[in-house]
């Protein structure tokens, strides 16, 4: 591959026998001469590392945000959605494998710069960019650079995400970022090694860091597998770490599973699994916690958490009515957490 037309990657460094050492995720992949690492899209070549993802999306979509899904960051509004070849887990469950297991050489990538990127933003006049099907972690470069721009343009931008990501490369690819969603797969280190090639830890620790370390707003979303997460053990158990660790306040999503990739055995997630989960939830503490993939009116509705007003009423990703005023309740005042407003 010639690299005249490759951005060099950051986060790396010189490794024993001709290799790299790739530090942008927990991975630490040794890449040898020509080959690239586990998500496809960081390649050594001639002893440098190369983001052969950067400027190379593989389709865009305008989604409603609650698709993303974030239920307290401009609901309502349409969002420019896209993602690149390769992922950095391993997910046999993967919902959108068809992108993120594809090689740059099997699929038909566009070439867009990052401004193209913000200009496409502002010709559908949508507020914010989504860095998503994939995760955006890998293409972080890119990440970087189009999140820079959107942000001298007033268009916001959100992280579709695992999580899974070296401390030090955080700091600069979330630097611009107003809004995440990040997948936190299950609750057990058996679950992540398992069926994700990943470690739980990783993730917590980046979940903490969004809390405690930047402004970025965040929600949380937990894809329900049959018997493999969805004992009400392992959701109270999450529930108890997120009320200890993140707060009261952090919206959650618990989201059906439909058989896809390598995990065709299983059936789809019933309904009730996803009820029940979410009665666990409010009976631990958490305020706001929604149901997804399935049509639930009331696990997809936002109740004021002082007076139980409801507020914004949805009908799958589509918002048929907001009574939220300034960020507040209509009803009783209480200021709820989250960005309601472009501005």
Same mark, same amino acid.
């Given at each position: 591959?010639?690299?005249?037309?490759?951005?060099?990657?950051?986060? +790396?460094?010189?490794?024993?026998?001709?290799?790299?050492?790739?530090?942008?995720?927990?991975?630490?992949?040794?890449? @040898?001469?020509?080959?690239? @690492?586990?998500?496809? $899209?960081?390649?050594?070549?001639?002893?440098?590392?190369?983001?052969? @993802?950067? @400027?190379?999306?593989?389709?865009?979509?305008?989604?409603?945000?609650?698709?993303?899904?974030?239920? #307290?960051?401009?609901? /309502?509004?349409?969002?420019?959605?896209?993602?690149?070849?390769?992922?950095?887990?391993?997910?046999?469950?993967?919902?959108?494998?068809? $992108?993120?297991?594809?090689?740059?050489?099997?699929?038909?990538?566009?070439?867009?710069?990052?401004?193209?990127?913000?200009?496409?933003?502002?010709?559908?006049?949508?507020?914010?960019?989504? %860095?998503?099907?994939?995760?955006?972690?890998?293409?972080? &470069?890119?990440?970087?650079?189009?999140?820079?721009?959107?942000?001298?343009?007033?268009?916001?931008?959100?992280?579709?995400?695992?999580?899974?990501?070296?401390?030090?490369?955080?700091?600069?690819?979330?630097?611009? $970022?107003?809004?995440?969603?990040?997948?936190?797969?299950?609750?057990?280190?058996?679950?992540? #090694?398992?069926?994700? %090639?990943? #470690?739980?830890?990783?993730?917590?620790?980046?979940?903490?860091?969004?809390?405690?370390?930047?402004?970025? +707003?965040?929600?949380?979303?937990?894809?329900?597998?049959?018997?493999?997460?969805?004992?009400? &053990?392992?959701?109270?158990?999450?529930?108890?770490?997120?009320?200890?660790?993140?707060?009261?306040?952090?919206?959650?999503? !618990?989201?059906?599973?439909?058989?896809?990739?390598?995990?065709?055995?299983?059936?789809?997630?019933?309904?009730?699994?996803? $009820?029940?989960?979410?009665?666990?939830?409010?009976? &631990?503490?958490?305020?706001?916690?929604?149901?997804?993939?399935?049509?639930?009116?009331?696990?997809?509705?936002?109740?004021?958490?002082?007076?139980?007003?409801?507020?914004?009423?949805?009908? +799958?990703?589509?918002?048929?009515?907001?009574?939220?005023?300034?960020?507040?309740?209509?009803?009783?005042?209480?200021?709820?957490? /989250?960005? !309601?407003?472009?501005?």
């Amino acid at each position: 591959m010639k690299t005249d037309d490759l951005k060099i990657a950051k986060w +790396w460094e010189p490794a024993e026998n001709g290799r790299i050492l790739c530090t942008l995720c927990p991975r630490y992949c040794r890449i @040898g001469e020509g080959q690239p @690492g586990f998500c496809y $899209i960081r390649q050594n070549l001639c002893g440098k590392l190369y983001t052969t @993802g950067y @400027g190379k999306p593989t389709g865009y979509a305008i989604d409603p945000i609650e698709k993303k899904p974030l239920n #307290h960051f401009l609901p /309502g509004t349409s969002i420019l959605s896209f993602g690149t070849a390769g992922c950095n887990l391993g997910c046999k469950f993967c919902q959108n494998w068809s $992108i993120s297991k594809a090689k740059l050489d099997e699929i038909n990538s566009l070439i867009a710069s990052p401004k193209s990127v913000v200009d496409l933003a502002k010709k559908y006049n949508v507020p914010s960019i989504a %860095f998503t099907y994939n995760d955006p972690t890998i293409f972080g &470069e890119y990440v970087i650079d189009i999140a820079d721009i959107a942000r001298t343009e007033g268009i916001k931008t959100v992280m579709v995400t695992a999580g899974y990501i070296d401390k030090e490369a955080r700091k600069e690819i979330y630097k611009n $970022i107003d809004a995440a969603n990040v997948d936190l797969k299950g609750f057990t280190e058996r679950f992540y #090694h398992k069926q994700t %090639f990943s #470690h739980l830890n990783d993730v917590l620790d980046t979940l903490v860091w969004l809390k405690n370390e930047t402004e970025v +707003w965040f929600e949380i979303t937990t894809l329900l597998i049959p018997d493999e997460n969805d004992s009400s &053990e392992e959701i109270k158990n999450e529930c108890e770490w997120i009320l200890k660790n993140l707060g009261d306040s952090v919206p959650l999503h !618990f989201t059906a599973f439909h058989p896809d990739f390598r995990m065709t055995d299983k059936e789809p997630t019933p309904e009730k699994t996803l $009820i029940n989960a979410r009665q666990i939830a409010l009976k &631990e503490g958490i305020k706001y916690c929604y149901v997804g993939n399935i049509h639930n009116a009331e696990g997809q509705t936002t109740f004021c958490d002082k007076c139980k007003t409801p507020l914004i009423k949805r009908d +799958w990703h589509s918002v048929i009515s907001d009574k939220i005023i300034d960020g507040r309740c209509f009803n009783c005042g209480n200021k709820l957490p /989250g960005i !309601f407003s472009v501005n």
